[in-house]
């Protein structure tokens, strides 16, 4: 059985149901990608998620959650004195605005226990985190998680990072900065935001962010631009340029990097080739813009077909 594993935090959300009522579901980037892993890998790959839950109700709903997807979850370790992160979503005049409380989340214990991060990843033939998995840990952590992604690497994982930047979560911006060289380090693929690069480095072309990334050592890159041109780079292949199907209308744009991720790296798990990965992760993102929410039931005909 191969192993597709995804890391980092899975809060709970609560969204507006009306009448100052809330609906309570769980979300969080890197659980997103391991949800669209799992529709598109064949059965002979598991999908797991690794974090850090509570060993309370609402930690055991999300597991549960998560089973139900097909999510693999002894990954998740459950202590007794923490639990998940929560964020609330507030509608105003037809504008979201979030509030969050994760200052406790268990999920920045992800990377206290070196020894067990470790075994997690033993065997994994991919292994996906994401900026925000970076951010919510302390800087000791950071270390240590990319020290167990390098080794994890060493030993034949397929190690990849959606750099998904979030400046509130990091201390300042240039401990943001060091951090997105530190998990690209450790990384064989890297799937950046053309916009949120433009922001904190100046860059003015995706050549640009490739060649950065491409210095940390990273193997393949995927430059993502909303609906403009992506961009992807490949130490084998070198640069090549898609464009995203035409959506109109967008209905909302959640999770769209996450469903791309897992469409790209699914294409390269299954041997695919850097072209056809591209299509794959172009045509899964597409269905998830067209619907609401993080968690689409994806048209898997439409998507052989693109791909
Ligand atoms: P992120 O959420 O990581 O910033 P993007 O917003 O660039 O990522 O979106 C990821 C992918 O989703 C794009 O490469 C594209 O394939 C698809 N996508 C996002 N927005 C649109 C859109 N407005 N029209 C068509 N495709 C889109």
Redesign the pocket.
Known sequence: MKRFLTLGECMVELAPAGDQLYRRGFAGDTFNTAYYARRLLPQDWAVGYCTVAGQDAVSDDMLDLMRGHGIETRSIRQVADRTLGLYMIQLKDGERSFSYWRGQSAAKLLADDPDWLRAQLDGADVAQFSGISLAILPPEGREAFCEALSRARANGTHVAF???LRPQLWEDEATMRAGLRMGAEVSDTV??????EQGLFGDTAPAETIARYRDCGAKTI?V?????T?TVWDHGEGTQE?Q?????P?ID?T???????AGFLAGLAMERGIAEAAHL??AV??Q??QARGALVDLDMTDIEGAA
């Open positions: 959606d750099t998904n799937l950046p935001s053309f916009d949120e995927a993502k631009d909303g609906a403009g992506l898609f995203p199907v035409k959506i109109d967008v744009t999770a769209a990097g996450d469903s791309f991720g992760a172009m993102a597409a998830v813009v």
